[in-house]
């Protein structure tokens, strides 16, 4: 299975930077006794892998090389592969375009570089059968893509939306090999018009096509602005001092605009 990451955003609500928003520094980590920063999109690698992608594929604009000079050719032994994307063209364009590396029965997991979430081992609760997503509670759904759902069925995806039926947002998704085929030819019938994956996803559902979201994550902060990054690195912090930390604890109750987390109730509203 493959891991796309989509990585050629210029990553403009945070410049400037001297590097890719990719390799934002952000919490850290500990290597062989000696703690060094962690980029923001190692977050995302590690849950890929965790979560079974034994190849990976960072989609880069002209210029990202630093990406490539940071992660190399593989990661915890994972290979890794690089595909440009000359311009910026949308993140179906961006996801398609790993096609170019994947073999005819390649299963794929996408992530966005610029977030981190919880918990580590999200992916692992997406069946395999099926379009699923990761999904997340949010305070501020129209911000992101909004998932509403009929059960585990996908109903809609309202993008940026105002007002939005649903708090919670999708922050991965796994597309069986069939799928990601279906998609990529319905978009290219589309005239590549879809620049968002959900407006692809409303058309692939209105086709008759299905989707499941999966309500299984329980932090998710976007990294991309300056507020994005103070809230990341607050959550960051406060898991860290939680005893058994390296065994993952989940924080207690977090609310701070780009990320929440709290139990799910029983009944509740989509």
Not at 60 to 65: F, N, T
Request: hydrophobic residues 45%; negative net charge.
């Amino acid at each position: 299975m493959w891991g796309v990451i989509p990585a050629a955003g210029r990553g403009s609500r945070i410049q400037p930077l001297a590097f890719s928003k990719e390799l934002l520094p952000v919490g850290s980590r500990t290597v062989a006794g000696v703690e060094r920063p962690c980029a923001v999109s190692e977050y995302l690698v590690e849950r890929m892998v965790l979560g079974g992608a034994d190849r990976l594929c960072f989609v880069i604009a002209p210029g990202k090389s630093d990406i490539m000079a940071y992660f190399g050719d593989n990661y915890a032994g994972v290979p890794i592969a690089y595909v440009v994307q000359p311009r910026p063209g949308g993140l179906c364009d961006a996801v398609f375009r790993a096609e170019s590396v994947l073999g005819l029965n390649d299963d794929v997991i996408v992530g966005l570089p610029d977030t981190i979430w919880f918990p580590k081992s999200g992916i692992l609760e997406l069946p395999n059968d099926a379009l699923s997503f990761l999904l997340f509670p949010v305070d501020s759904p129209e911000l992101f893509d909004a998932v509403v759902l009929d059960g585990e069925s996908v109903r809609e995806v309202q993008v940026k939306q105002k007002n939005a039926d649903s708090r919670w947002i999708w922050g991965a998704f796994r597309l069986p090999s069939p799928v990601f085929r279906e998609l990529r030819q319905l978009w290219r019938c589309r005239e590549q018009s879809d620049d968002y994956f959900g407006t692809l996803v409303n058309a692939y559902l209105a086709a008759g096509g299905a989707a499941k979201g999966i309500k299984a994550g329980q932090a998710y902060v976007d990294v991309g602005t300056l507020h994005g990054y103070r809230t990341a690195m607050a959550l960051l912090a406060q898991i860290a001092s939680e005893p058994n930390s390296a065994s993952e604890p989940l924080p207690p109750r977090f609310h701070d605009g780009q990320a929440f987390r709290r139990p799910q109730l029983s009944g509740e509203a989509q």
